[in-house]
């Protein structure tokens, strides 16, 4: 593979990665809210709403940022 595969292919996996990273965040978010995990409520909704955030808009501003420059 040339450096420019390796390269895409590690951004894509990076970008995979905090996708899931959010959704992951999001489900302890709406466990700590639900009171299955003993955490303050309000660290639930923080948890939550950073998830979504790391889940929806962080893989748009990564790709966003490494987008191949026109030539």
């Given at each position: 593979?040339?450096?420019?595969?390796?390269?895409?292919?590690?951004?894509?996996?990076?970008?995979?990665?905090?996708?899931?990273?959010?959704?992951?965040?999001v489900?302890?978010?709406?466990?700590?809210?639900?009171?299955?995990?003993?955490?303050?409520?309000?660290?639930?909704?923080?948890?939550?709403?950073?998830?979504?955030?790391?889940?929806?808009?962080?893989?748009?501003?990564?790709?966003?940022?490494?987008?191949?420059?026109?030539?």
């Amino acid at each position: 593979m040339s450096d420019n595969d390796t390269q895409a292919r590690n951004r894509f996996i990076v970008i995979q990665i905090v996708r899931l990273s959010g959704v992951a965040m999001v489900l302890v978010g709406l466990l700590v809210m639900t009171g299955r995990i003993d955490w303050p409520r309000e660290a639930g909704f923080v948890l939550a709403a950073a998830g979504l955030f790391e889940a929806l808009l962080a893989p748009l501003l990564l790709s966003r940022k490494w987008k191949t420059p026109p030539q």
